[in-house]
């Protein structure tokens, strides 16, 4: 059964910065596209972040530059870096997988492409 944990979230001032990460279980995540999304009070979810197999990275220009995508396959593990946070930046973040049995390259930026999602860990970012 796949299984996808988060944790990482909390509070913090603006500038400053947190790492997010998402523990894969019930199957070999180096072959898979993976992302980060978040979804604020009153909004809709957005991509804020997504890797492919081959490392490859895709970010919206709200994030671009601040946070960076990473995985590690030898723990099955995924992260966000997340530098100089804004108010903004408050939301629930999920991670979310696209795992077929197959390689996927080519990183992806819709929810509509991934079909395995994590519980969520909160960010929250004071003015």
């Known amino acids: 059964q796949v299984q996808l944990v988060e944790s990482g979230g909390g509070s913090v001032q603006s500038g400053g910065s947190l790492r997010l990460s998402c523990a894969a279980f019930g199957y070999t995540s180096s072959s898979t596209c993976m992302g980060w999304f978040r979804q604020a009070p009153g909004k809709e979810r957005e991509g804020v972040a997504g890797i492919d197999s081959v490392g490859k990275t895709i970010y919206p220009d709200s994030v671009k530059g601040r946070f960076t995508i990473s995985r590690d396959n030898a723990k099955n593990t995924l992260y966000l870096q997340m530098d100089t946070l804004e108010p903004e930046d408050t939301a629930m973040y999920y991670c979310?997988?696209?795992?077929?049995?197959?390689?996927?390259?080519?990183?992806?930026?819709?929810?509509?492409?991934?079909?395995?999602w994590g519980q969520g860990t909160q960010v929250t970012v004071s003015s």
């Open positions: 979310a997988a696209r795992w077929t049995g197959a390689r996927c390259t080519g990183p992806r930026s819709g929810q509509d492409q991934y079909y395995y």
